[in-house]
């Protein structure tokens, strides 16, 4: 099976450095004839995020370009953060972003192997039994300026270490009474090599090789091993790990084992977003989040409940490539490419956020028309759709003011306006509650204007959306913003912490919202564009009685700028 990644051609558009490797290596048989075999590698212990749907699209989609082929490996080497429930929705989002991987491999998967190995290196005189505690190896490793101390137990004969390390196995020693060390070079200049530890001591259950092991390897000695053994080319991580290169040779030059590359390219970071499994684990455990897939969540499937297209992020990952150093990129730009993805196929519909009750008082009581509308300006295949109308309809409460402010061209007394492929309309009066706020207004419209065409020529200033009352379905609609107030939600004073930053308005709930009813058939999946309002999709917590609408994005609302220029 190879990668069907129906979006490669986008990926191809954006000329990158890794790319251009993949290319010379290919170019130059380095890997003979070998197909260019690629690793998406991540650790099940929490959701994936926006950073690894770039490092998915990046190991994937290179791949597929060469002609080659992507394992989805889990790194599960550490048993007490990892669960099933994040293997299961790591594959649900890996094939929800477009990708098929060829082979599901597991490093637990390779325990036996690079148990062997590790005897290997131990026979070879190339790692050693240590009996320091983890603070004294610590002490002993030395800092960037100073050079690290041998252990004592350094020399051990080959026999005693394998001794020990058989008994580590058997489960004769407590947690971290012992490590295993590769020993290699306490004075390196890279800390990495100072006799790094492969084999740690830890009575837990796996959740794939249950209580078969009680050593447990480190990730530098499981991960270039498990690259080797499913001989991958062109193995792409993260620069945080460009230090751990050295090292990842060094295994894999000891073993004589296949000799997969490492290459490091830039992390995603994004402005008001937070991109660490550990932080959003957090934010799930104190409740600061309805869950992992709460729509305010970075990860994929927060995003994806949120309303946001597999198309628009690959598009997205495609336009920013990778490079040699880290920067952050700016939310908009995301939600760039999802309003651009959402306007060429989200389903119009009118729905009212807000309503204001309009009552047309020389519109026949009891009188129904339907009007016809595009489903999609963009995409005439979508085709079109009647819309109910009758004598009483909604508008936004924001579409009407009684006192116009300058510059407020839609509903006031005294003003006309369209309402969208219905009619023209005039206000005349309000009725107001005991707290004066207008709860109603009467209008009147022009029959002549029927379709919302102008009869005479006369021009109106605002076209409006509507639902007429008779007709519509109820709804409620959560508006999200910004989980975090700060571009770095990182940045925050002595003694607090990122949760600090937590945006208190990043929900908003309204219960009243007035849809057409069109939108009462909606499914899980569909997307719409709300009409001047924003882009919506259905929310899981729908049920038979009610509906609930997500808010994906807004539209971008130039009143908005107008009003906050005009400091009113
Ligand atoms: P986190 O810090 O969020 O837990 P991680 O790097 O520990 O992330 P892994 O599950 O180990 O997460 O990552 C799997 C792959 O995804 C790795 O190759 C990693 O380099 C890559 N990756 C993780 N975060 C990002 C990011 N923000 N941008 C690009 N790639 C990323
Ligand atoms: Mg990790």
Redesign the pocket.
């Known amino acids: 099976m190879t990668n069907s990644n129906p979006e490669s051609q986008e990926a191809r558009t954006v000329s990158n450095f890794l790319r251009d490797q993949m290319a010379e290596d290919v170019l130059a048989k380095k890997y003979g004839d070998a197909i260019v075999q690629t690793r ?4 099940p ?2 959701y994936l ?4 749907a ?2 998915i699209c990046i190991d994937f989609g290179l791949a597929d370009e060469f002609g080659g082929r992507t394992n989805l490996r889990f ?1 599960d080497t550490n048993p007490e953060k990892e669960e099933q429930e994040y293997v299961d929705s790591i594959m649900t989002d890996v094939r929800w972003l477009g990708f098929k991987w060829d082979r599901l491999c597991y490093a637990s998967d390779y325990f036996g192997q690079l148990y062997e190995w590790a005897l290997q290196l131990v026979k070879a005189g190339k790692a050693y039994v240590d009996d320091l505690t983890a603070d004294e190896i610590r002490q002993y490793r030395g800092t960037l300026t100073e050079p690290g101390k041998d252990s004592p137990y350094r020399n051990r004969s080959v026999e005693e270490n394998l001794g020990l390390f058989l008994r580590m196995k058997s489960g004769e020693f407590p947690d971290g009474s012992r490590v295993l060390r590769a020993k290699i070079d306490m004075t390196s200049p890279n800390l990495n090599m100072r006799d790094p530890v492969m084999y740690r001591i830890l009575h837990a259950s796996h959740h794939r090789t249950g209580d078969d092991w009680c050593i447990y390897p480190m990730y530098d000695f499981a991960h270039g091993q498990s690259d080797s053994i499913e001989n991958v080319t062109h193995s ?3 620069l945080e ?1 460009a230090d751990h290169q050295p090292l990842y040779r060094w295994y894999i030059e000891q073993l004589g084992i296949f000799p997969s590359q490492q290459i490091e ?5 994004l402005t008001y977003t937070l ?4 932080k ?1 684990l957090q934010l799930v455990q104190e409740g600061r989040v309805s869950g992992w897939d709460d729509p305010r969540m970075p990860t994929l499937s927060g995003i994806r409940r949120r309303g946001f297209t597999p198309e628009a992020l690959r598009a997205f990952c495609a336009s920013i490539g990778a490079s040699r150093t880290n920067g952050t990129t700016d939310i908009e730009v995301l939600e760039h490419f999802q309003r651009d993805d959402l306007n060429r196929r989200a389903t119009r519909a009118m729905a009212v956020l807000n309503p204001l009750k309009l009552v047309i008082d020389n519109y026949p009581e009891g009188q129904e028309e339907l009007f016809e509308v595009v489903n999609n300006p963009e995409d005439p295949a979508a085709g079109v759709r009647q819309v109910p109308f009758s004598r009483i309809v909604y508008i936004e409460q924001d579409d009407f003011r009684e006192v116009p402010p300058p510059k407020y061209f839609r509903l006031s007394p005294g003003k006309e306006v369209r309402l969208r492929a219905a009619y023209f309309i005039t206000a005349n009066s309000v009725l107001k509650d005991a707290d004066g706020n207008v709860v109603e207004v009467h209008c009147t419209y022009d029959p002549a204007s029927r379709g919302g065409n102008s009869p005479d020529g006369r021009k109106v200033k605002s076209t409006l959306h509507w639902v007429s009352d008779a007709h519509a379905v109820s709804a409620e609609i959560r508006l999200y913003d910004k989980l975090f107030t700060k571009a770095d939600p990182n940045d925050y004073a002595e003694g607090e912490s990122f949760l600090s930053n937590l945006n208190p308005d990043s929900l908003t709930v309204l219960t009243g919202a007035k849809l057409e009813p069109s939108l009462a058939n909606a499914k899980l999946g569909d997307r719409f564009q709300f009409e001047r309002v924003g882009y919506f999709c259905l929310d899981r917590d729908s049920t038979e009685g009610k509906l609930v609408f997500n808010r994906t994005l807004s539209l971008k609302d130039s009143w908005a700028k107008i009003e906050k220029k005009a400091g009113s």
């Open positions: 998406f590698p991540p650790e212990n929490g995020h926006i950073g690894h770039k490092a790194d792409m991580c993260t790990f390219f830039d992390r995603l970071n991109l660490s499994k550990r959003l």
